[in-house]
């Protein structure tokens, strides 16, 4: 790869070369992708990208960390839509607001952008078998995104996970293995089954090249923004490895020129499990906590990418909120119904982040923000529908319509 110089060790400095099943370093350290800036520079320019025609997360190849002969995977990862929310904005009170909808992506989270990056290392490393614990989308994209390339899956989840992403799973031929414990306990289990049978290792902890797939989201904001940097960004964070990815792809593009600073990030973390948000508040190290949130896909009390996380949110100045599962809720409906997006409990946290810090004056009036939105609602139905209630059911009687009508205020105009 003429574009990667060698992997580095974010917590000893320790050189790796960047092969494609690269893992952890030897001191337990997460391992970052350094990249050939200056080579970048001449053969990437913002000319050369708008005359693309593929709208896929593959369109930056030059900032990727994938050979040249290496194919694009089969499904449509990324290109998501950056929405204007003008309606929004004015109810937070700040000058513009634009929601990014990752929940679009084949098997409907940002986490496909990590899976398809596994499958093109899977490939390059020449296995035919790719493994991952998961709380529920990184397993059902990696499921997704591995049967479309023709490698078989051995997916580990603890056995809170939402059904839907279970019947994702099951429906794109993975191997599951429902884990009765907390994710910590399912992450160790895969661990030890990855080790034992030789599978590719798609654990974000493990495997460095997942959060540059996932970095591929800011890459696509930027442009669609056309190089204009927001103040801020606001997404959702549980073990880290999103907002880490996220940040590379701003200093990416900041070191070839491409933008001219960088915004602040907003992480935000369900209050029921926020590790790294209160590492930050508090200015130590990050301890463990219980999983006590129904935002299951950032329910994540032992962050296996906190270096890179902590590492982010402190470079960007950013900041820090934490969110109850009731704001969590009405974030759900407030995307819903100024947006028309539709969002997962944890895909709507950032939104909801957002709205606390507007709301505690932490935000200025003229700024102007992203808020990412990860998942779409579909995968629970459950907090959906709990979030948002029943539909009036009614015979097919004239008379009890206009009764539920009244019964329930509804003034039809």
Known sequence: MKNVKHAKCVKCGKIYEAVPNLTSCSCGGILDIVYDYDYIRTVLTKEKLAARRD????RYRELLPVEETTENTPLRVGWSPLYEADTLAKQLGIK???V????????????????AMAVAKAREAGAEVIACSSTGNAASSLAGNAAAAGLRTYIFVPSRAPKGKVAQLMTFGATVISVQGSYEETFELSKAAIDRWGWYN????????LSEGKKTVSLEIMEQLGWEVPDYIAISVGDGCTIAGLWKGLKDLYAIGFIDKLPRLISAQAEGCCPLNRA??????????EENTLADSIAVGVPRNADKALMAIRESNGLVVNVSDEEIMAAQKLLGRTCGVFGEPAGVT????LKKLCGEG?????????????G??????ANAIAACGEPISIPGDMDRLLRAFEENGIVVE
């Open 376 to 381: 779409n609602g579909l995968k629970d139905v």
């Open 350 to 353: 950032g939104a909801a982040g």
């Open 202 to 209: 798609r654990n974000a902890a493990i495997n460095p090249y």
């Open 362 to 374: 932490k935000i200025p009036a003229d700024a102007t923000v992203v808020s990412v939105v990860t």
């Open 55 to 58: 709208n896929s997360m593959w």
């Open 96 to 98: 513009k607001l634009y």
């Open 280 to 289: 930050i508040e508090t200015g130590g190290d990050w301890k463990p906590m």
């Open 100 to 115: 990014k909808d990752d929940g679009i992506n084949p098997t409907a989270s940002l986490k496909d952008r990590a899976s």
